[in-house]
């Protein structure tokens, strides 16, 4: 089972300048590129119960796994 991201734009409607990242999760048995297609479902339905925003753009990617640390800094040095 793969579980994606689906990585939204969003602008309000009543200000386009105004615009943040949402994502959406969802567990698929399907690829990444078939991600693509299911996505446009789930976008539709997100965007007929939030009629203030509009979706500039979106894609999709894979979810980080469960506890994995998405940063690459390591731990400090102790002196």
Same mark, same amino acid.
């Given at each position: 089972?793969? /579980?994606?991201?689906? +990585?939204?734009?969003? !602008?309000?409607?009543?200000?386009?300048?105004?615009?943040?990242?949402?994502?959406?999760? =969802? $567990?698929?048995?399907?690829?990444?590129?078939?991600? +693509? =297609?299911?996505?446009?479902?789930?976008?539709?339905?997100?965007?007929? $119960?939030?009629?203030?925003?509009? /979706?500039?753009?979106?894609? !999709?990617?894979?979810?980080? $796994?469960?506890?994995?640390?998405?940063?690459? $800094?390591?731990?400090?040095?102790?002196?």
């Amino acid at each position: 089972m793969n /579980i994606f991201d689906i +990585v939204m734009m969003l !602008c309000m409607a009543s200000d386009p300048s105004s615009c943040h990242e949402q994502r959406l999760q =969802f $567990e698929s048995y399907k690829s990444l590129n078939e991600c +693509v =297609f299911d996505a446009q479902f789930y976008i539709a339905s997100w965007q007929a $119960e939030n009629k203030g925003w509009t /979706i500039k753009n979106w894609r !999709c990617e894979y979810a980080p $796994e469960p506890g994995a640390d998405d940063t690459d $800094e390591q731990p400090a040095a102790k002196p």
